[in-house]
């Protein structure tokens, strides 16, 4: 009987470990790149609270912390998409193919590490990047010599400080609501690029923009009406309406990732030529 049927945790580790190693190239150019992508933004910041303080302006200091919460949540979503877009980079090649399929496990163990790397580890190496970051970012305080005291800080303590002010008065429906429709977009990357291999990012964004602009003529008002009603509902916070929409998104998150897994566990060495 053949053992690769069944999961197995050590052989998971192993093949995790794998993963790793086969993409440390990949992951450690995309920690980098946040790296200095947040070392801009604590440039940016701190410039413009120089330019602010030379002009005798006031200094607000909650709108400095502003700026870098909502410049990281950017990057942030952006990144994760980026790599959800990326699920099957293993596979990109021929000989790529060859050495995923040829590992003595199973499919299902394969699409959970692919998993893990789209999602746990990027989002380990983005808050590794801001703290160097925001470690690094105190040497720019030479630049910036009248810059009040109240400006130098560490920002990422006080990063999660707003994160928690902003949840704070908002309704566990809402928060449920946004967090599902968060990872429901997250999942449909992933799809994408289970479909579509390297072009699933340009994919979704294309057929997003399509979607838009016609959605957008044949509803009218009336998506703008929809719209309008899933936030009253939200807002009340709590009722069996609430409870449906976070239910329906749940299974509908449920669904797009064992959708992917098929897709996923499909894959062949010689890809069709046109496969949908």
């Known amino acids: 009987m053949s053992t690769n049927r069944y999961f197995s945790l050590s052989r ?15 992951y450690f150019r995309s920690l980098c790149i946040v790296f200095i992508l947040a070392l801009v933004v604590y440039y ?23 700026f870098h919460y909502v410049a990281f949540a950017f990057f942030y979503s952006f990144y994760m998409l980026i790599k959800a877009s990326k699920f099957t980079e293993l596979l990109y090649t021929k ?12 499919s299902l163990e ?8 789209v999602t746990v580890v990027p989002t380990i190496l ?3 990047a801001i703290l ?28 999660w400080k707003v ?3 902003e949840s704070t008065g908002i309704n566990s429906g809402e928060v ?45 008002e009336t998506g703008d009406l929809v719209d309008w009603g899933l936030a009253s509902i939200l807002e009340s916070g709590g009722g069996l309406e609430v409870y449906l929409i976070n239910g329906a998104c749940f299974c509908l998150l449920i669904f797009i990732w064992w959708l992917s897994y098929k897709v996923f566990s499909r894959k062949q060495v010689i890809q069709p030529r046109f496969r949908l």
Request: with cysteine; glycine share 8%.
């Open 12 to 26: 998971f580790g192993l093949l995790l470990k794998h993963d790793l190693l086969e993409l440390w190239k990949s």
């Open 44 to 66: 940016m910041a701190l410039q413009s609270s120089f330019i602010v303080s030379i002009n005798n302006s006031y200094l607000n200091v909650e709108g400095y912390i502003k």
């Open 95 to 106: 000989e790529g193919r060859i050495r995923q399929l040829m590992l003595p496990a199973t």
């Open 110 to 117: 394969k699409f959970i590490s692919r998993a893990l790397g």
């Open 126 to 128: 983005f808050i590794v």
């Open 132 to 159: 160097l970051a925001d470690v690094v970012h105190f040497a720019f305080f030479t630049f910036f010599p009248n810059l009040p005291d109240e400006f130098k800080v560490w920002v990422v303590p006080e990063l």
């Open 163 to 165: 994160f928690f002010s």
């Open 176 to 220: 449920l609501y946004v967090t599902l429709t968060a990872l429901l977009g997250h999942s449909i990357f992933i799809l994408f690029g289970n479909v579509f291999d390297r072009h699933g990012f340009i994919a979704v964004v294309g057929l997003s923009c399509i979607a838009s602009i016609f959605g957008r003529n044949l509803i009218g």
